[in-house]
């Protein structure tokens, strides 16, 4: 996805993050006996929340977006891998992605 196209779409994550974490409330005010989805929800609402406050810094930053896969799919490794140190995976990658914006070839002056 072009960085252009993911900042004109910004508006639908940060809906979908909203109706998730609305239903969520919804749910447990109604009936909070269904635990398994209202923790989806609670946890899709808060990934999306995450995902579109970091929509302008992937905009900035257009690396990130091209290693963004691998990225997703060295974390649920990791997750699977480190479930019970999970505290440890999350600094860890966040340090990739500081590491990511600063790597490769610098743009000539």
Avoid: C, N
């Amino acid at each position: 996805m072009e960085p252009q196209e993911l900042q004109s779409k910004r508006w639908i994550v940060g809906l979908l993050s909203l109706s998730f974490l609305t239903a969520f409330v919804v749910l447990w005010l109604m009936d909070d006996s269904k635990q398994a989805v209202l923790g989806a929800m609670i946890r899709i609402g808060t990934m999306l929340g995450a995902f579109w406050l970091a929509i302008p810094v992937m905009v900035r930053h257009p690396k990130i977006l091209k290693r963004l896969p691998w990225y997703l799919l060295l974390a649920m490794v990791m997750l699977i891998a480190f479930i019970k140190q999970f505290v440890l995976i999350i600094p860890l990658f966040i340090a990739l992605a500081l590491l990511t914006m600063f790597a490769g070839r610098k743009p000539p002056q």
